[in-house]
């Protein structure tokens, strides 16, 4: 995954399931990764506008999964990325879905593994709810950040699915 450009400010957030990397261009919260890069020529903010609202939403969100996020974004990727990741927000917490079913959502029913692919390019992890996203049968998959907080990130959203019982 690249890094975004023009990146203005980041922050370390903490998180109960470890630390995670934001960083925001003039736009908006750009990055928003576990075990994130060190990002060590972006100047530390923490006050900037759009990490300071990531960090509160975030915080409520530890605490209230249903909250919903409004920090503006500055995703930056392809169009068909864009529409993936846009497509993503749909999901509510506790909600998941398949990979197909976004490429369907999307209008490119055949693109499922394009889909994956753009998943896993997904700059925001928990804003752009990326883990929401499961395989066809039911069982998670790939996690930039590890099938273990893929599965912890739903129980916390109290995600219904036949695999929670065995997680």
Known sequence: MSLPQGLIARTLLPSPLGPLTAAATAKGLALLWFDGPPLDDVPEAPDQPWLAQAANELARYWLQPQTPFSVPLDLQGTAFQQSVWQALTTIGPGRTCAYADIARQIGRPAAVRAV????????????VP??????????????????????????????????????
Do not use: F, M
């Open 130 to 167: 990326c883990h929401r996203v499961i395989g066809a049968n039911g069982t998670l998959t790939g996690y930039a950040a590890g099938v273990e907080r893929k599965a912890a990130l739903l129980r916390h959203e109290a995600a219904q699915a036949d695999w929670l019982a065995s997680a």
């Open 116 to 127: 994956g692919a753009a998943n896993g390019a997904n700059p925001v992890a928990l804003i």
